[in-house]
């Protein structure tokens, strides 16, 4: 007997929580796969649904968010299966979830360890506190598939930003089940976005867009000095991180620091 | 308002009263008449010269350097030179020994410096010797603890320094500016090349003396003067491992765009439109004093001025009305009187900028108001302003102005005010004045500046990290986190650049 033929979907992007088709109809194959292929104006479409979902991600209490992302975890481990064989195995996905596990915990910490009281010469009250910077746009590795894309975005969502992340370029199917994972997740839509397609072609626009606050350009080749100039338009903070890295000042690279002077008095 | 205090303020101020002239000794300061570039604990003479004037007369103070690319690399090479051969390697308790006489002499100086800085920038004597001169002495005393003390500010990190730091300041608070960058760039190990800003250069040339007083060693400071194109080499420098820049985000974004690809560190702190945002329960009198402050200060050359007052509507008029009779009392001329409350405008090109800014509120509609008073024919001067009727979209409400130019918005609730005042690209300061501490802390988590004041505005401190968001620049100065930027660590950076 011939075997079954399977049926075969094409991958669609993930934004505001939803999966929408390229709106330039484009895909590209990838691991034997149709997977859309973005265009500028799906990256537009991506950071202002970022925008509008940041300030409640934000707004949550670090304890939330905390919870938030530990249940992302949970959500992951239990798709294990599905993950080891779109990623480069088991081990990568274990260390995947244990990274989230590790950066979850983080969430009602940061303030504590980055933040500071000041001991300001006059009747203020001065204190130091580390706030998210807004969107974060991320360009991904190319490998590992599923640990590269986690280790980027995780931090920048630890501290409370909003992402929009461009997928690896050459093993785009493990991207494509963390947003199966996300979308059933308690991260609210639109807090994280994940575009499939040709980096170079999304990657400058991410970059000069005048509403992204910071450019993580990890997965940039080649052309990054290009990119980082465009940056400057609106002064981004621009990180160059490592793939596989687990820190606090990874999530600290993310982060402003606001100081504030409260008055003291009777 | 009691019925007492409405008439108290209703009564003119008496037109022709006036302070008697109290001016501090010009001859504090002895001037050489030239300058050359301050390389390897040594004066270089410099292959080209330009005047350096007093804005508040026009009157020619020195020939100073301006500095060729080859004269910058000489810095740069004499500060690897110290970086490699000594300054890094010298135990952390004696460099800091360094910093602690540095302070204590600028202390002993303070009179001297603080007479130079407002014969060469234009800002009142008061503000020089009450504001600059303390705080940049604080600055470099505050530094000096951290130098031996750097694993606990980062423990396990390895904090080890970066080079050589080139660093570029401004023109408003040239002497503070210079404290801002030296003291945290020792302090974590590094040496450095600063260029001051091309008008104000004598006081960091006469910092060179307190450096040779110090003993510090040769080559880990170095002075450069100079435009922009000696900025422009310091920043291409390849022997250069970190910029720090202060000054306008058009340079700012230009800096950014030359280092990019060349993973040099990069820190910069750059404009601001801050928001000064008054509600109906807030001291008024108070406030209104802090609004002065938070504009008029410096003659409004203050990156994180206040320059946008957001009154709440039911108090407009009273706060209006106290701030224009307030101005009336502001007196504006020679820096070096003790009574000066304003200043003379830094430079021509500085005072173009505001008249041209100035011309363009008037003609998009906004009402100026300007109090009566008598500037100086010699110098550059501005008398201090505020416009009413003014819409967000107005340039004046959005472009940094840079001078004693004020511009009064209103809003209904705190969602409002939160709305406008982050509405701009920067996001350097802000300030809240309520009496309702609940609201203060609320307002703070809302606003995108990276110093909030309360009930206060313009308040500086070394302990206390500052910088902004957005278009406004990256990096903190002040406090434990202001060494960041001069250190390298183990397992990546904490915060931008």
Request: proline fraction near 6%; charged fraction near 25%.
């Amino acid at each position: 007997m011939a075997e079954r033929l399977p049926v075969k979907k094409t991958y669609k992007l993930f934004i505001g929580g939803a999966f929408p088709r390229s709106e330039s109809g484009r895909t590209y194959e990838a691991e034997g796969q149709n997977v859309g292929r973005a265009s500028r104006k799906d990256a537009r479409d991506a950071v202002r649904v970022a925008r509008a979902a940041w300030p409640k991600w934000a707004g949550m209490t670090a304890y939330n968010r905390g919870q938030v992302l530990y249940r992302l975890a949970e959500m992951i481990e239990s798709r294990s299966a599905e993950f080891a064989e779109l990623s480069t195995g088991r081990d990568e996905v274990e260390r995947t979830v244990d990274r989230i596990v590790w950066y979850a915990g983080w969430a009602d910490k940061l303030a504590q360890v980055l933040g500071s009281s000041n001991p300001v010469a006059g009747p203020y009250f001065n204190f130091t506190v580390p706030e998210p910077t807004g969107v974060v746009a991320i360009l991904a590795p190319d490998e590992p598939p599923l640990l590269g894309l986690v280790s980027r975005v995780v931090p920048a969502l630890t501290g409370g930003n909003a992402v929009v992340a461009v997928a690896s370029e050459t093993h785009p199917l493990a991207a494509i089940e963390l947003a199966e994972a996300l979308a059933t997740s308690d991260v609210p839509g639109g807090v994280v976005n994940l575009l499939t397609g040709h980096r170079k072609e999304l990657a400058p626009w991410l970059a000069s867009h005048m509403d992204v606050n910071a450019l993580d350009i990890t997965g940039a080749e080649g052309a990054s000095a290009e990119l980082e100039r465009a940056a400057a338009d609106n002064v981004k903070r621009v990180v160059r991180g490592d793939p596989d890295s687990q820190s606090p000042w990874e999530i600290a690279s993310f982060l402003e620091l606001k100081t504030v002077w409260h008055p003291v008095g009777q | 308002m009691t019925e007492l205090e409405r008439k108290q303020d209703r009564t003119p101020v008496p037109k022709e009263w006036a302070y008697a002239p109290a001016p501090e000794s010009r001859d504090l300061v002895t001037l050489d008449d030239r300058y050359g570039h301050y390389v390897g604990g040594t004066w270089l003479e410099p292959s080209e010269t330009y005047t350096t004037i007093s804005p508040a007369t026009e009157e020619p103070l020195a020939e100073v350097g301006q500095a060729t690319p080859e004269e910058v690399e000489a810095a740069v090479a004499a500060a690897r030179d110290a970086f490699e051969n000594g300054w890094s390697g010298i135990s952390t308790a004696e460099r800091a020994k360094y910093l602690f006489r540095i302070a204590r002499i600028l202390q002993e100086r303070a009179r001297e410096f603080a007479v130079l800085e407002s014969l060469n920038g234009g800002k009142p004597i008061k503000e020089s010797r009450d504001v600059d001169l303390p705080l940049a002495a604080a600055h470099f005393f505050y530094y000096a603890g951290w130098a031996d003390k750097l694993e606990y500010a980062f423990p396990n990190r390895r904090p080890r320094p970066v080079g050589v730091a080139g660093q570029i300041i401004p023109w408003n608070f040239p002497l503070l500016m210079l404290s801002w960058k030296i003291a945290p760039a020792l302090a974590a190990g590094n040496t450095v090349v600063l260029k001051p800003a091309e008008t104000t250069p004598l006081s960091a040339l006469l910092f060179a003396d307190v450096l040779r007083q110090a003993e510090l060693p040769p080559g880990v400071v170095n002075i450069v003067t100079g435009d922009g194109r000696a900025g422009a080499a310091l920043v291409k420098s390849e022997g250069v491992d970190k910029i720090a820049f202060t000054g306008s985000t058009e340079v700012g974004k230009a800096i950014q765009r030359e280092l990019a690809g060349t993973g040099r560190k990069l820190t910069l702190e750059l404009g601001g439109k801050a928001a000064n945002i008054i509600f109906d329960d807030a001291a008024l009198d108070q406030a209104v004093e802090g609004i002065v402050n938070g504009i008029y200060f410096n003659q409004g050359h203050v990156c994180c001025a206040g320059s946008r007052l957001l009154v709440q509507e039911s108090i407009y008029e009273p706060v209006v009305e106290k701030l224009k009779r307030r101005l009336t009392t502001l007196r504006v001329g020679d820096p070096l009187d003790k009574n000066t409350d304003v200043g003379a405008i830094n430079s021509e090109e500085q005072l173009e900028r505001i008249r041209e800014l100035v011309e363009s509120g008037e003609q998009e509609g906004a009402e100026i108001y300007q109090p009566p008073c008598r500037l100086p024919e010699k110098g550059y001067w501005f008398a201090p302003t505020v416009f009413t009727n003014v819409a967000q979209s107005y340039r004046i409400a959005q472009e940094e102005i840079f001078g004693p130019v004020l511009s009064v918005l209103t809003f209904r609730t705190p969602e409002e005010a939160v709305e406008k005042a982050n509405n701009t690209p920067y996001g350097l300061s802000a300030g809240v004045w309520t009496e309702k501490g609940s609201r203060i802390l609320w307002m703070a988590e809302r606003l995108r500046a990276g110093v909030v004041w309360a009930n206060t505005f313009n308040r500086f401190d070394p302990s206390s990290p500052f910088g902004g968001y957005k278009e406004s620049g990256f990096g903190r100065e002040g406090g434990r986190h202001g060494l960041e930027p001069y250190l390298n660590f183990d397992g990546g950076e904490s915060s931008g650049g």
